[in-house]
């Protein structure tokens, strides 16, 4: 796991820096190691091996579950407040303090994960019941997709999705979740309809060629690049489509240059290290004898392995466009720190998982049911 998430780290700073070239002269391009990137990358191995010494016991704590959910949700309703939260692309994501910039719907993805272990854990007695038992963790974590949805229809989905993953997983029903679904589900179809690049990008998504010069302008220079990379690429540094063709080209689109530059099999290495590090943390999963650490584990790897399948889905066509970024290479300080430190928590929970109380046969979630 730490080797992985190591191994990525590298990969996203080399591949952002080749996307980040700009040309100077006629024929001629270059690239520096910028100082930001550089940085970012320094604070996610520090987050990553600090996430390593936090105790297991306070993973279980009421105080780690509680305050981390309530400062991501005082976030989420900062940056919709004119003068706080910055715009970029026509949403307000983010939120600035000094030079540093950060998006507060990174810190309630993994605050939900949290919560909801906190919650399923001391509740799975009541778990069984929609109203008294699901009702009260449903409630805040449709608050924090709600707010989330706002601006970041995609993380909203992602928060919602491992939320009712880890409750199924803790012994909630089937059918309980699917009738909130429902509601959720015409929520999000409201979401839709009330944002008209929403719509635009649903029907960019059906047929990018209807438009090729607007609405799917995005996704054919996306495949393009797919497309230019044969099995051996182009060579790293030379890709074409990253020099004013391709939109976001260092953040949500960086799987494109990847594959334009170093082709098929560069591909197939960046699927094989996610690969291992979802081997590696389901491993982890099964060795954890506390159930709410080992609803944390589950959480975090459901994260990164929705996370990454949404990404490789969006740069090939095959979903429509969203602002879900490839975890630890797609540019980002947010997304690399956290990521980061939570897969470090993971390396924490296998090196020690006796530092937690073992739980009682009626305990432990019947995860191998919630995988199935």
Not at 126 to 145: F, K, N, Q, T, Y
Not at 200 to 216: C, E, H, I, K, Y
Not at 337 to 366: H, K, N, S, Y
Request: with cysteine.
């Amino acid at each position: 796991m730490f080797t992985t998430t190591l191994a990525l780290l590298l990969l996203g700073v080399v591949v952002v820096q080749s996307a980040g070239m700009t040309v100077t002269e006629p024929g001629t391009a270059w690239a520096v190691l910028s100082d930001r990137t550089l940085l970012l990358a320094a604070a996610a191995v520090g987050a990553l091996c600090l996430g390593r010494l936090v105790p297991a016991t306070l993973l279980t704590s009421r105080a780690t579950a509680i305050i981390p959910f309530a400062v991501a949700a005082s976030l989420l309703l900062l940056v919709l407040i004119p003068g706080i939260g910055r715009e970029v692309n026509g949403a307000k994501r983010w939120i600035d303090i000094g030079p540093l910039g950060f998006q507060p719907s990174e810190v309630a993805k993994w605050a939900s994960i949290l919560l909801v272990a906190w919650y399923a854990t001391r509740s799975r007695v009541h778990l069984g019941r929609l109203v008294s038992g699901l009702g009260p963790v449903l409630l805040l974590i449709g608050l924090v997709c709600g707010l989330t949805m706002l601006e970041d229809l995609g993380t909203a989905l992602l928060i919602a999705a491992v939320a009712a993953l880890l409750l199924l997983a803790a012994g909630a029903r089937l059918w309980h979740l699917a009738a909130v679904g429902i509601p959720a589900a015409a929520a999000v179809v409201v979401a839709i309809r009330a944002e008209g690049y929403r719509v635009t990008r649903l029907q960019a998504f059906l047929d990018p060629w209807a438009d090729p010069a607007g609405s799917g302008y995005h996704i054919i220079q996306s495949l393009k690049a797919i497309s230019g990379g044969g099995i051996g690429g182009r060579g790293l540094g030379n890709g074409i489509q990253k020099f004013g063709y391709l939109p976001e080209d260092t953040t949500d689109f960086i799987f494109s240059v990847i594959t334009e530059e170093l082709g098929l099999l560069g591909c197939g290495v960046v699927v094989a290290l996610f690969l291992t590090l979802v081997w590696a943390g389901w491993r982890i999963i099964h060795r954890q004898q506390h159930p709410q650490c080992q609803l944390i584990a589950l959480g975090i790897m459901a994260t990164i392995t929705l996370q990454s399948l949404i990404n490789l889905c969006v740069v090939t066509g095959l979903a429509p466009t969203k602002g879900i970024a490839l975890p630890l290479v797609s540019s980002g300080g947010t997304g690399w720190i956290l990521t980061a430190f939570m897969l470090g928590l993971l390396c924490r929970l296998d090196r020690t998982p006796q530092q937690a109380r073992g739980p009682t046969p009626a305990e432990v979630p019947t995860l191998r049911n919630a995988a199935a």
